[in-house]
C-alpha cells in the first residue's frame, strides 16, 4: 500500500463584519438562506460563499440585499481616532 499524500489544512475563510451582521440578521428573522438567495435573485451557493468568507458580495449587492429586509447601509464616524 502507497502512503497517501496529506492536503495541508487551510484555515478557514471568515465573512468581513458586515456580512456577519447581515447573517445575524437572518437569523433573526428565522429567513432561510435559500429564501433570502431568491429574494434577492442570487444563487442559494453565492449566498453560502458569502457566509463562509469564500466570496464578498459587491457594495451594490449588499446594498440591494440589505434594501429587502429594509435597511440601508450607511457610512458613519468611528470612535477609535485615526489619521492619515
Known amino acids: ?6 492536503v495541508p489544512r487551510v484555515a478557514p475563510r471568515t465573512a468581513s ?3 456577519r ?6 437569523r433573526e428573522r428565522r ?3 435559500a429564501d433570502f438567495a ?3 435573485d ?3 451557493p453565492g449566498v453560502a460563499y ?3 468568507g469564500r466570496t464578498e458580495p459587491r457594495i451594490t449587492d ?3 440585499a440589505l434594501s429587502v429586509l429594509g435597511l440601508e447601509l450607511q457610512i458613519v464616524e468611528s470612535k477609535k481616532e485615526t489619521s492619515l
Open 1 to 6: 500500500m502507497g502512503r497517501r499524500s496529506r
Open 17 to 19: 463584519k458586515t456580512v
Open 21 to 26: 451582521r447581515l447573517f445575524a440578521i437572518l
Open 31 to 33: 429567513i432561510a438562506q
Open 38 to 40: 431568491a429574494a434577492i
Open 42 to 44: 442570487y444563487s442559494t
Open 50 to 52: 458569502w457566509k463562509s
Open 62 to 64: 449588499l446594498e440591494a
